[in-house]
């Protein structure tokens, strides 16, 4: 059976779609897989709002529930809304980890979209500039990835939204100050975490 669900810690992590707009050379889907025990490559098919609600069970049970899997979530924006409005109805919080290229993906701006639904977002940003992200990340939109991400964070911002940009420390320090400037201009926090081998 497909997993749909997994557990790191005190959160549970949802998989809702193995499909991706990027193909990032340091994705975990080829390299650490299966991942922190789990298989997340889903085989049958892709899971509905309401099989996860039941594989939550009580989100107060967990610190948060996040928004991530082998896959980007928001090419399932529409469960996504429908779970995250289940679980802050049921007393848990949500968060999002994303490439940040959901209003493409989706041909809006989604940012209005997940007021109220997300209690916290991590845009990846991983580059500061369009040509090191297409070469880091593989984009399969190449002309507007890297545009669209600054987007949707500014959206975010705009909307209220808690969001936060994120690095992972492989693209190396004067890189990750090119980023932190980036970040800075456009009045986001940047989180740098450690990649995943
Ligand atoms: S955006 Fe995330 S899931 Fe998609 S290829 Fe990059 S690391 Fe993997």
Known sequence: MDTYVYKIGNNLYVNLTNRCSNRCTFCVRDEAHPFEGYDLWIKECEPTAQQIIDLIGDPKAYGEIVFCGFGEPTYRLGAMEQICDWVHEHGGKTRLNTNGQGSIINQHDIAP??????????????????????????????????????????????????????????????????????????GIPLRVRETIR
């Open 113 to 186: 979209d997940l007021v109220g639904r997300l209690d916290g977002i991590n845009i990846s940003l991983n580059a500061s500039n369009a040509r090191l992200y297409e070469k880091l990340c593989r984009p399969i939109y190449p002309e507007m990835a890297f545009d669209s991400v600054l987007f949707f964070a500014q959206a975010c911002k705009q909307n209220g939204l808690n969001c936060w940009f994120s690095v992972v420390d492989c693209i190396g320090e004067e890189e990750i100050a090119a980023c932190q400037r980036l970040a800075d201009e456009i």
